[in-house]
């Protein structure tokens, strides 16, 4: 995890730029997203592919001369290039928020992605394990000893997941001092580097009680991290990802198993018991409700399927 004390790297030059030349308003745009708007530097990297797209697409023409009508060749091209209108409206909100920030701090005259939208795209709703299959999950795949400690490690951490809905990236960047196990909380950095609190089950505080001591038989150089591999060092993502598929295959799922199906599987099930959106928003993190609004659409299929199993009048005859 990043120390938020520490200087962010710098993006790299764009093609042209020498060391000592004036930074390109793009360029400029990059620093203001990663000093300033503090975003990881693969999402900076995004912004700079999407950006450099723009020029492409803009075949040499200055981007403070752009006008409407430029941006919207430059969505045509895009859609004959056969990208989905996902990629489209991403690489549009890209642009737009570089005119945005280009208009108030590099004096360009007007924004020409005003007034466009992106295409639509079918929401895509996403995948969700029922309650069911995470007992079978959680709950089947008990495999080595009881003191073996990778075992006990990925118990705590999937328990955790599906506790308290976490993301992949929020669930290895955690610390020590980020959970506590008398409270039953525990403090995350999520995107844009903004915290919160969220509620951490019992289910998963006894998890984490077991993996505690376990920790301190592979720990190297007082690494501060909660989940730790082999070696003592801090879990990577891809660690976790390969973890899980592989207790996916012990627990005897058919479906393939990825971390966010447990973010989303909490979601839905916190949101199908309470029926509170608000409170699934703050758990998850969403600056938006209308993120969290995907779940109500999951919560509604769930009661379809039991309608039209128990309703005397949609059971079809036999």
Not at 258 to 264: E, F, K, S, V
């Amino acid at each position: 995890m990043t120390d938020p004390a520490s200087p962010l790297p710098t993006p790299p030059p764009l093609a042209g730029e020498g060391a000592n030349a004036e930074p390109t308003p793009i360029n400029q745009y990059l620093q203001h997203l990663a000093a300033e708007r503090r975003l990881s530097p693969h999402t900076v990297a995004a912004y700079q592919r999407d950006l450099e797209n723009l020029t492409r697409l803009a075949a040499g023409k200055p981007l403070a001369e752009l006008g409407v009508t430029d941006i919207r060749s430059a969505i045509v091209k895009l859609r004959s290039q056969n990208l989905s209108a996902a990629s489209v409206a991403r690489q549009l909100s890209s642009w737009r928020g570089f005119y945005v920030f280009a208009c108030r701090r590099l004096g360009y005259a007007n924004n020409p992605c005003i007034g466009l939208r992106p295409p639509k795209a079918a929401k895509a709703l996403p995948q969700v394990l029922s309650p069911d299959a995470c007992t079978q999950l959680l709950d089947g795949a008990r495999t080595g000893a009881t003191d073996d400690a990778l075992p006990a490690r990925d118990r705590a951490m999937f328990e955790l997941f599906y506790s308290s809905g976490l993301r992949l990236a929020e669930l290895v960047g955690l610390d020590l001092n980020d959970v506590n196990l008398q409270s039953g909380d525990a403090q995350v950095t999520g995107k844009g580097r903004k915290t919160r609190i969220v509620p951490v089950g019992q289910q998963a505080l006894a998890a984490l009680a077991a993996w505690l001591p376990q920790r301190q038989s592979l720990v190297r150089d007082n690494t501060p991290a909660l989940f730790i591999s082999q070696r003592g060092s801090r879990l990577s993502p891809r660690s976790v990802q390969l973890r899980l598929n592989r207790w996916a295959l012990q627990a005897g799922l058919s479906q393939h198993v990825h971390p966010h199906m447990l973010r989303h599987a909490f979601a839905t099930h916190v949101l199908q018991s309470s029926g509170d959106l608000r409170a699934v928003q703050e758990m998850l993190g969403h600056a938006s409700i209308s993120t969290t609004q995907v779940y109500t659409h999951l919560d509604w299929q769930h009661l379809a399927k039991v309608y039209d199993q128990a309703h005397p009048r949609a059971r079809k005859k036999t």
